[in-house]
Antibody
């Protein structure tokens, strides 16, 4: 079964750091365009970051604070988050983006919650 | 950033009703428009991509149309499992952006 499973979420104080993981089964992350998408309570989803081959892309709101990476040997993707703010509080999903230029997300994990509060 | 505006923000409908949700982009995105369904506490699920292409496994009662700035998602005959929140997403300009959602509730 093709599956993405996030982990690493949890309560963090403003200014703190956290590393999220996304373990994949049934697909090879390095062969796909992979993203992190977050969703604050009651809001629409928000694209955060994408890794495609050796290229990485970030939303302006997280650029310089978040780093996306991948461990091919473990078939796992990461999101290192730093200088966390209250507005970063959300459920973070890893998602597989379509190949090519159409840019849709056709496989999602279950998400991991990141509350940011003192 | 491209702003995606959905209307209505919520609607009440009955099983068997035809339901239409609208998504408007702040500038032309050609047909780079995708629709998702989200159940409470679950991840979004892709329904339609490229404005009108049904994702594999999605029932044919779902359809999408539009181009440029105005798009619609239609459910031809609402079923009990369709009561959910629906989001549009543009993938023409970076950063990809989503609408705020339309919640479909039982009347």
């Amino acid at each position: 079964e093709v599956q993405l499973l996030e982990s690493g979420g949890g309560l963090v104080q403003p200014g703190g750091s956290l590393r999220l993981s996304c373990a994949a089964s049934g697909i090879t992350l390095s062969e796909n365009v992979m993203s992190w998408v977050r969703q604050a309570p009651g809001k629409g989803p928000e694209w955060v970051s994408t890794i495609s081959g050796d290229n990485t892309y970030y939303a302006g709101s997280v650029k310089g604070r978040f780093t996306i990476s991948r461990d091919n040997s473990k078939n796992t993707m990461f999101l290192q988050m730093g200088s966390l703010r209250a507005e970063d509080m959300a459920v973070y999903y890893c998602a597989k983006a379509s190949a090519g230029t159409l840019g849709y997300f056709d496989l999602w994990g279950r998400g991991t919650l990141v509350p940011v509060s003192s | 950033d491209i702003q995606m505006t959905q209307s209505p923000s919520s609607l009440s409908a009955s099983v068997g009703d035809r339901v239409t949700i609208t998504c408007r982009a702040s500038q032309s995105i050609r047909t780079y428009l995708n629709w998702y369904q989200q159940m409470p506490g679950k991840a979004p699920k892709l329904l339609i991509y490229a404005a009108s292409t049904l994702q594999s496994g999605v029932p044919s009662r779902f359809s999408g149309s539009g181009s440029g700035t105005d798009f619609t998602l239609t459910v031809s005959s609402l079923q009990p499992e369709d009561f959910a929140t629906y989001f549009c997403q543009q993938s023409y300009y970076s950063p990809w952006t989503f609408g705020q959602g339309t919640k479909v509730e039982i009347k």
